[in-house]
């Protein structure tokens, strides 16, 4: 596996990740949701973090990473792909860039919240609502120290 930074020309297939991965891991979305997210991750969400990829042995992108300063902004990897380590090679390098990381996690994705309790992230606070002001809650995590 290789992660080098994303290019602009990344993100359709990034965006295409990002769309197979939320309908596999964010349940508590309906699809109008998503296609309401879709445009925002689009023009908003990629254009404006530090993009990372990981790539397999032959360039196919099996997940991405953006990052805002130390925060971890967005971790998707191909639903094929989940459980084969790719998700903590993407936290070592944002760790290796950046130092002590914080995220934040839907509340109703668990499967997110063990995954990065797994890698060392604690919750440290918690928000009702999401950042279009939508009912699902935000949990604040970081790095133990």
């Known amino acids: 596996m290789n ?42 969400v990629l254009p404006a973090l530090e993009l990372w ?11 991405w990473m953006g990052l805002a300063g130390s925060s971890l902004e967005a971790l998707f990897l191909d639903p094929v792909h989940f459980g084969k380590g790719g998700g903590r090679r993407l936290v070592a390098h944002a760790r290796a860039l950046k130092g ?11 499967g997110a919240l063990r995954f990065y309790e797994a890698c060392g992230f604690r919750v440290v606070g918690r928000s009702e609502l999401d950042e279009q002001g939508r009912p699902f809650p935000l949990l604040h995590l970081a790095e133990r120290a």
């Open 100 to 110: 002590p990381l914080t995220v934040d996690v839907n509340e109703q994705n668990p």
């Open 53 to 63: 990829v990981l790539e397999d042995g032959t360039g196919a992108v099996q997940g």
């Open 3 to 44: 992660i080098r930074q994303a290019l602009p020309a990344d993100f359709g297939t990034l965006l295409d990740l990002w769309l197979r991965s939320v309908r596999a891991t964010h349940a508590f979305l309906t699809e109008e949701d998503i296609q309401t997210l879709h445009p925002l991750v689009r023009d908003q």
